[in-house]
């Protein structure tokens, strides 16, 4: 009796180490596949997605919820452009805050300043401390990628507040990560940025200079050249590794520069680039966003013509599936162009209207959520599978129905080149029944005994006449209205002469001589003369012994000459 409660027992503890090292093992695999989507978040945003989907939110505790949270917020910020939800951002950031991995101090620090200035949550305050935190923190590291990402918010956001010197000193440091990355696009990206900052840190020390009447005369000389620089650095690397993508921003940048430096002219012919590789990046399928018009409708409001600026506004704000911010644009360079240049208040009142309400839509509307952005990367996957199967389906119809129809265009092919061979034999075989009776006749023929002094003449209906030896006659065609008689003289040289009379009367004369024969509708022949047939693309021809002449044989007369031949 005693041995069973002790075997009991130990049933019961294998069971929950069993259970115990089940769970732990869970546990890592849920860590594992976080550590995964971790690394998939810069490199396939919709793996990471799937990964992150088959992970049970419910089920993390400690550690792997804080890093769901913030790969799941990295994953929204920086791949789908989706609103960072607040709370699993806030666990990723009171886990991390004082962890000693600065990377992962880093990101929480970034993260959270984005979402409490973008989505207008915390201080001001808030979001250059925690800014200025993970700067400290990313210094620790080695991932330059990152720090050109936060050094260039924090060196944005000190511009924006008027603090130049400071932002141009961490937008030097952007530019510098992002050199070291070794990404070229993220360096060009940091250059594009560091010409837009100094673009914006000289104007806002113009617009300062302008409210006293000392610095009027300072903010005359504006220095706006300095933002050309890393632009023009720009511009080449995208050249010269063929970033077409990047390209169309450096070109948008670059009117804006000459915009400031009263170039109207550059101003438009970047603008216009910047349009035209747009459009052909969105036509080839590389560039997902549509292409506008803002910048090209900007330089011609400059330029003073207010109705190009306002046609290519209104291009934008109509084209479908534009977005709200570019349409709120668009409606805000409408109105302002109807007020200032055309001083119509009726429209600029009509369109300030339109541009408060996209305004409204677009402060008071929400993002979807975290898990559905999840789900929109999992549907777009299914429906790029759907896609997929449908198009090898429509290629292998299309290589079967290829088959088909090579097969008919072969048995059709091969059936006129048979035909064609059976139409040539057929030929080959007249030729020779020709030349033979030719040949067999042509002996009985040369031999009709025709007395020299008997002579036929041959009248025309105009009194005009012949008189000629039936045998020396060769052949009679029909030119016009006109007879042409072919015939030998004494000395055996071909003459003509020409009878105003028709065929048919001319044929009626000559039925009294059986070798003298119709052969085509303009040809009579005389038999005795001929000495080969042979066949051409034109049809039958009869060779005769002069002068090398030869007379067809149309389709119709063939039976009459065959039977007249023998």
């Known amino acids: 009796m005693s041995i069973l409660p002790k075997c009991f027992h130990l049933l019961a503890n294998l069971s929950l180490l069993t259970i115990l090292t089940f769970t732990s093992c869970s546990d890592d695999a849920y860590h594992r596949h976080l550590l995964l989507a971790e690394e998939q978040v810069t490199q396939n945003a919709d793996s990471c997605a799937r990964l992150l989907e088959a992970i049970p939110i419910d089920e993390l505790h400690g550690e792997d919820e804080a890093l769901y949270g913030l790969v799941h917020?990295?994953?929204l910020y920086r791949q789908y452009a989706k609103e960072i939800p607040e709370e699993p951002l806030q666990k990723a950031y009171d886990y991390y805050h004082d962890s000693r991995d600065p990377h992962r101090r880093a990101q929480v620090f970034?993260?959270?300043?984005?979402i409490s200035q973008d989505q207008k949550r915390g201080q001001p305050s808030q979001w250059m401390e925690d800014l200025y935190s993970a700067c400290l923190a990313i210094g620790e590291t080695d991932?330059?990628?990152l720090a050109s990402q936060i050094y260039q918010n924090y060196g944005s956001r000190l511009t924006q507040i008027d603090r130049f010197d400071e932002g141009l000193v961490w937008i030097e440091k952007f530019v510098d990560a992002a050199q070291k990355s070794g990404h070229r696009g993220e360096y060009v990206h940091a250059l594009i940025m560091k010409s837009h900052n100094r673009l914006y840190a000289e104007g806002a020390r113009v617009k300062q200079e302008l409210q006293t009447s000392e610095g009027a005369a300072i903010a005359q000389h504006a220095n706006f050249e300095a933002a050309f620089a890393p632009i023009y650095t720009a511009l080449a690397i995208a050249r010269q590794y063929g970033m077409e993508l990047e390209l169309g921003r450096i070109y948008n940048q670059l009117s804006v520069c000459h915009s400031r430096c009263q170039q109207s002219d550059s101003t438009l012919f970047y603008a216009r680039l910047s349009v035209l590789l747009n459009e052909k990046l969105y036509a080839q399928g590389?560039?997902?966003e549509l292409p506008h018009y803002l910048a090209l409708a900007d330089a011609y409001r400059k330029m003073g013509n207010a109705d190009s600026a306002i046609?290519?506004?209104?291009k934008?704000?109509?084209?479908?599936?534009?977005?709200l911010r570019n349409r709120r644009v668009a409606a805000q360079l409408i109105y302002n162009t109807y007020d200032d240049l055309k001083g119509d208040y009726q429209a600029s009142l009509h369109w300030m209207r339109i541009f408060n309400q996209l305004k409204d839509s677009i402060d008071q509307g929400t993002i979807a959520s975290n898990l559905k952005a999840v789900q929109d990367a999992a549907a777009s996957e299914h429906e790029n599978a759907v896609l997929r199967t449908e198009k090898q389906h429509t290629i292998h119809w299309l290589l079967w129905i290829s088959a088909i129809c090579f097969l008919v265009i072969s048995a059709i092919s091969y059936r006129l080149y048979h035909n064609r061979r059976l139409y040539h034999r057929h030929i080959h075989e007249l030729e020779d029944d020709f030349n033979r009776r030719i040949n067999e006749q042509n002996f009985a023929i040369q031999n009709t005994e025709i007395r020299n002094e008997e002579r036929i003449v041959l009248t025309g209906s105009t009194r005009e006449q012949i008189e000629i030896e039936p045998s020396s006659i060769l052949f009679l065609t029909s030119e016009s209205n006109y007879v042409k008689v072919f015939h030998l003289d004494c000395d055996g040289k071909?003459?003509?002469?020409?009878?105003?009379?028709t065929m048919n009367n001319i044929e009626a004369q000559l039925n009294v001589y059986p070798f003298?024969?119709?052969c085509h509708r303009a040809f009579i022949v005389n038999l005795q003369h001929v000495r080969h047939a042979s066949t051409s693309n034109a049809g039958l021809q009869l060779s005769l012994d002069v002068s090398s002449l030869s007379v067809p044989v149309s389709k119709t007369y063939i039976s009459i000459v065959k039977a007249r031949l023998g």
Do not use: C, N
């Not at 046609?311 to 209104?314: D, E, K, L, M, S």
């Not at 934008?316 to 977005?323: A, D, I, L, V």
């Open 494 to 501: 071909v003459q003509s002469k020409m009878l105003r009379q």
């Open 143 to 145: 991932d330059y990628l």
């Open 110 to 114: 970034f993260l959270h300043s984005v």
């Open 316 to 323: 934008t704000f109509e084209t479908p599936g534009m977005p």
């Open 311 to 314: 046609f290519y506004a209104r």
């Open 516 to 518: 003298i024969i119709r």
């Open 73 to 75: 917020s990295w994953l």
């Open 286 to 288: 590389k560039r997902k």
